[in-house]
């Protein structure tokens, strides 16, 4: 993992929260995002979209029903975001 990477994946998902979920402020990266925020699939689904539009890259549907957290979600991000500049 590139810290410079993962550094504009972070950003994109605070800006992508800012756009899609503007009440949501200073979340915790290790919490669920549907039990403990309590975001249903159209919030984490808006999240998704304004991710993919920031950082060029589509996000496959199974990886939202694998991703329980920001910081998982981040990690797959990476992996995508690697396999469409290589």
Request: aromatic share 0%; net charge negative.
């Amino acid at each position: 993992m590139t810290t410079e990477l993962r550094q504009e994946i972070n950003q994109a998902i605070d800006r992508a929260l800012a756009s899609a979920l503007p009440e949501m402020k200073n979340l915790d990266r290790d919490a669920a995002l549907t039990g403990d925020i309590g975001l249903d699939s159209v919030q984490i689904m808006n999240l998704v979209m304004e991710i993919e539009d920031d950082l060029d890259v589509s996000v496959p549907v199974d990886i939202l029903s694998e991703v329980q957290t920001l910081n998982q979600l981040a990690e797959r991000l990476e992996s995508l975001v690697n396999e469409s500049r290589s």
